[in-house]
């Protein structure tokens, strides 16, 4: 019926179809593993169950919680209805203080604790993450 040019055809694009499909399939999934989801305390306290997923923290330090001892810092994240204590081993970013925007990004233990491995400082007077604004606005 069909001749064998025409079936070679139809195989070589059956096979092409399938391997774009699969090239797809895995950037997604490999994209997937590695989005990490940016929250405010008050979202982290109605969350059902705690993942072992890294997760992002924004809002505002909150004010007198900053404590050093030697290079670990410990501090409250608040978004004026819920506090996240947060402890991080490292060097922080040089804008980062008290009653200043702040996202720190590492894996928590409970819905009240995160163990932080990144912290992020606001660069500039004026500038909120835009999550961070949305997040203090309701």
Known sequence: MYSNKVKLRFVFIIVFLALITLTTFTVLKVLKDNVVY????????????????????????????????NNKIN????????????TFS????????????????????????LVAD??????????MPPEVKKSLGE
């Open 118 to 127: 990144k912290i992020l400082a606001k660069h500039d007077e004026n500038y």
């Open 75 to 86: 501090f409250i994240i608040t978004d004026f209805k819920n506090e996240l204590y947060v």
């Open 90 to 113: 490292g060097t922080v970013p040089n804008l980062f203080e008290e009653e200043k925007g702040v996202v720190a990004e590492g894996f928590l233990n409970d819905k009240k604790f």
């Open 38 to 69: 940016f929250k405010s305390p008050s979202e982290i306290n109605l969350l059902s169950e705690i993942s072992n997923k890294k997760i992002r923290v924004g809002g505002m330090v909150k004010k007198d919680s900053v404590m050093m001892n």
